[in-house]
T-cell receptor
Framework: GAGVSQSPSNKVTEKGKDVELRCDPISGHTALYWYRQSLGQGLEFLIY????????KSGLPSDRFSAERTGGSVSTLTIQRTQQEDSAVYLC???????????FGDGTRLSIL | GDSVTQMEGPVTLSEEAFLTINCTYTATGYPSLFWYVQYPGEGLQLLLK?????DKGSNKGFEATYRKETTSFHLEKGSVQVSDSAVYFC?????????????FGQGTILTVHP
């Protein structure tokens, strides 16, 4: 596809369940970023990948959050034992190289009941 | 730490009015500065950017000038349209970083009435 694709677009789940969010970056983009957009915290950086490596995980809110990227392409963000405060829109962006302009997907809206 | 502060919204204007959305920042080194826009139901889009002091970014009639002396990057447009209604985010990438971690302001909702 032409842009960054995220799935699902919406996810509703019960507290305590695990969720997986997927990001398919623009073909050829080596850098991939995850952000979170919530009412209370605004837009926050979570983690980035250069290729399959994640050198900076400092933005992950807790050890319930993890992310991986395989084949230098698709990335998944996993939240274990979800809590209500995890409710937010999770945004993925990719760029051609680490200093290139970031192109954002439409996000996954996560709601924890 | 690095931070971005935007003027509080929401901002409501009539079509063809002049727009200013203020943005100031705190950062180490010489950051790159950005304005992103989020139209209703859509993802974030880069609107314009400036990478060094006194640079002016411009796009779609919007402009912003990187002012190091006042640590500001105010967004302006001379004549807004209804289609400009969106949420606008000021953001920075800190100088000296090897990757593009964006630090965002809280966003300003703009509504333009006919």
């Amino acid at each position: 596809g032409a842009g960054v694709s995220q799935s699902p677009s919406n996810k509703v789940t019960e507290k305590g369940k695990d969720v997986e969010l997927r990001c398919d970056p623009i073909s050829g983009h080596t850098a991939l970023y995850w952000y979170r957009q919530s009412l209370g915290q605004g837009l926050e950086f979570l983690i980035y990948f250069q290729g399959n490596s994640a050198p900076d995980k400092s933005g992950l809110p807790s050890d319930r959050f993890s992310a991986e990227r395989t084949g230098g392409s698709v990335s998944t963000l996993t939240i274990q034992r979800t809590q209500q405060e995890d409710s937010a829109v999770y945004l993925c962006a990719s760029s051609l190289g680490l200093q290139g302009p970031q192109h954002f997907g439409d996000g996954t809206r996560l709601s924890i009941l | 730490g690095d931070s971005v502060t935007q003027m509080e919204g929401p901002v409501t204007l009539s079509e063809e009015a002049f727009l200013t959305i203020n943005c100031t920042y705190t950062a180490t080194g010489y950051p790159s500065l950005f304005w992103y826009v989020q139209y209703p139901g859509e993802g974030l889009q880069l609107l314009l950017k400036a990478t060094k002091a006194d640079d002016k970014g411009s796009n779609k009639g919007f402009e912003a000038t990187y002012r190091k002396e006042t640590t500001s990057f105010h967004l302006e447009k001379g004549s807004v349209q209804v289609s400009d209604s969106a949420v606008y985010f000021c953001a920075l990438i800190a100088g000296g970083t090897s990757y593009g971690k964006l630090t965002f302001g809280q966003g300003t909702i703009l509504t333009v009435h006919p």
